[in-house]
């Protein structure tokens, strides 16, 4: 994808109407099964979180690009990220936060897509009451500016902007003009409400 997937293809396509509204990113903590946007966090409790892709148009990806960052934490705040898992064949030319990766094999479309998983250590304890955002956005390089993407396996020229889950559960975010989720997508901490976990059962085959 564009400078950054070697094994993809460097232009990219418009994406029509119809297809802008069928995929959505998110993450989501474990376990994989039982996906929330909420973890209770606990200073030195390592945690895993996954970075979701549902409703993809296509019957398998090639490729995906995306940034995640901390967001409104606390004075010294620190994390650190233990571990990352990604699909077999997956060729990451950027870094744990900022993700350009290709997939030799394709990913198969499934209801929810699990694309990466980070396992992190939060180091410093929360207050209570504050909450620590996981907010995602465009890569550095992007192939479409200001967007986060992915591609077609069978077409690797089309590539496809990500629309991103903004509903946190009784807290609506918001994509900013910059292409980054604000506050984010899921946060750490006092959850503010209960939220009753959305299952879905292809994701225990995540890598497949």
């Known amino acids: 994808m564009g400078q950054m997937l070697a094994i993809c293809v460097a232009a990219f396509l418009v994406l029509s109407p119809s297809l802008a509204v069928a995929n959505y990113f998110g993450a989501y903590f474990e376990p994989a099964d039982e996906m929330a946007t909420c973890f209770p966090q606990a200073a030195w409790v390592p945690f895993d979180v996954y970075f979701v892709l549902r409703e993809c148009p296509f019957p398998s990806i090639g490729g995906f690009e995306f940034a995640w960052d901390w967001n409104l934490t606390p004075p010294g705040f620190s994390a650190i990220v233990a571990g990352i898992e990604l699909p077999p064949g997956a060729l990451n030319i ?17 209801e929810a897509m699990v694309l990466a998983r980070l396992t992190i250590l939060v180091t410093t304890p929360l207050s209570s009451g504050d909450p620590c955002f996981i907010t995602v956005g465009p890569p550095t390089p992007s192939s479409i500016p200001h967007r986060a993407a992915f ?28 292409g980054w989720v604000d506050p984010g997508v899921a946060y750490v901490g006092d959850c503010i409400v209960p939220v009753e976990a959305s299952r879905w059962g292809t994701v225990k085959t995540l890598f497949r």
């Not at 591609?151 to 910059?178: C, K, R, S």
Request: aromatic fraction near 12%; proline fraction near 7%.
């Open 94 to 110: 950027g870094t744990s936060t900022n993700l350009i990766v290709g997939l030799a094999y394709g990913l198969p479309a499934a």
């Open 151 to 178: 591609n077609d396996f069978h077409d690797q020229g089309h590539i496809v902007p990500m629309e991103f889950n903004t509903w946190l559960g009784g807290l609506y975010a918001v994509v900013l003009p910059n």
